[in-house]
């Protein structure tokens, strides 16, 4: 499938709410050519140079029109890709794109690996100190890998994973070794508090 690409410092996620400022021609003309046939265009990660994976992503609402032309855009992800051919610019346009091949899902999951999954999860936003509802029913391997501490490239990685079985036991492994280093950074945050005050220390008996 041919389709316009917006390549960015960042992984975009199926499902994800997306908000784009859109200020350069190209781009302008991008969002026009997409607002025009209502198609999607490609989210690339690009990390000091392009990754060859991105996300299919579909423009939900155009939020604020600037009398410049720039554009607050809201967009939402669809279905991760890798890129077989990139073009810039792209047949006669300002703008990238290129032929993408989607790549397959698998959505099966075990209770035992959603209970740990949730479980690990909510110690880990606890953690971070990010206050919100965990609903089992609405939450997937995506919902919140922004949140969690993830570098560029495990996100990346991430959405590379072609089924949601490998992606939670990614996120899992990822929390059994940070959720260690918080606590005991925290730890460590304490005492450095402690340092100063009076202490009442029982006495040693040798």
Sequence with gaps: MKMPFFPLKLVAFPGEELNL?????????????????????GVCVYNDKLMGFGTEVKLDKIHHRYEDGRLDIKTI??????????????????????EVEFLEDDLTITNVQQFEFLFYLKEMLYLLKYEVEVDPENVNSYTFAHKIGLKL?????????G??????????????RMIPAIKAIEKAKEKIRQNGH???LDPLNF
């Design 21 to 41: 400022h859109i200020f350069e021609p190209r781009y302008k003309e991008l969002i026009a050519d997409i607002v025009a046939t209502e198609g999607t265009f």
């Design 77 to 98: 992800g669809l279905r991760p890709f890798r890129i077989v051919d990139f073009k810039n610019p792209f047949e006669g346009k300002m703008y990238p794109g290129g």
């Design 153 to 161: 490239e495990e996100e990346l990685q991430l959405l590379q994973l």
């Design 163 to 176: 089924s949601e079985k490998e992606r939670v036991d990614f996120l899992t492994d990822h929390f059994k």
């Design 198 to 200: 009076f202490k009442h």
